[in-house]
């Protein structure tokens, strides 16, 4: 079984920029494919990006690329989500995610993930 917590939310104001984390107990993740989504109030949950196992392939929802960033540290078993530039239309619960696979067919579908953190808050104020 694997645990994940995520951390770095808040609040920003717009055009700032939050680091988010993801730490992962229990298992290494080092073979895992890790995403991220989020979820605003009333919408569904939304792909936000996601990495392979080593990092070395990156995959962002379009609305990101070029803002955010997604890194991983094996050795600390933690992924990262950079987020610069942040717009009012970013505020949500962001939720870290991993696969068991070390890469998906398609890396923005949910179902395709086995474990899930708790969520953390981002607000972006205008």
């Known amino acids: 079984q694997v645990q994940l917590v995520e951390s770095g939310g808040g609040l920003v104001q717009a055009g700032g920029y939050l680091r988010l984390s993801c730490a992962a107990s229990?298992?290494?993740?080092?073979?895992?494919?890790m995403g991220w989504f989020r979820q605003a109030p009333g919408k569904e949950r939304e792909f936000v990006g996601a990495?392979?196992?080593?990092?070395?392939?990156?995959y962002y929802e379009d609305s990101v690329k070029g803002r955010f960033t997604i890194s991983r540290d094996n050795a600390k078993n933690t992924v990262y989500l950079q987020m610069n530039s942040l717009k009012p239309e970013d505020t949500a619960v962001y939720y870290c995610?991993?696969?068991?696979?070390?890469?998906?067919?398609?890396?923005?579908?949910?179902?395709?993930?086995?474990?899930w953190g708790q969520g953390t808050q981002v607000t972006v104020s205008s």
């Open positions: 229990g298992r290494s993740i080092s073979s895992y494919a």
């Open positions: 990495t392979n196992w080593n990092g070395d392939n990156t």
């Open positions: 995610a991993a696969s068991k696979r070390p890469t998906l067919p398609y890396y923005s579908d949910y179902v395709g993930y086995d474990y």
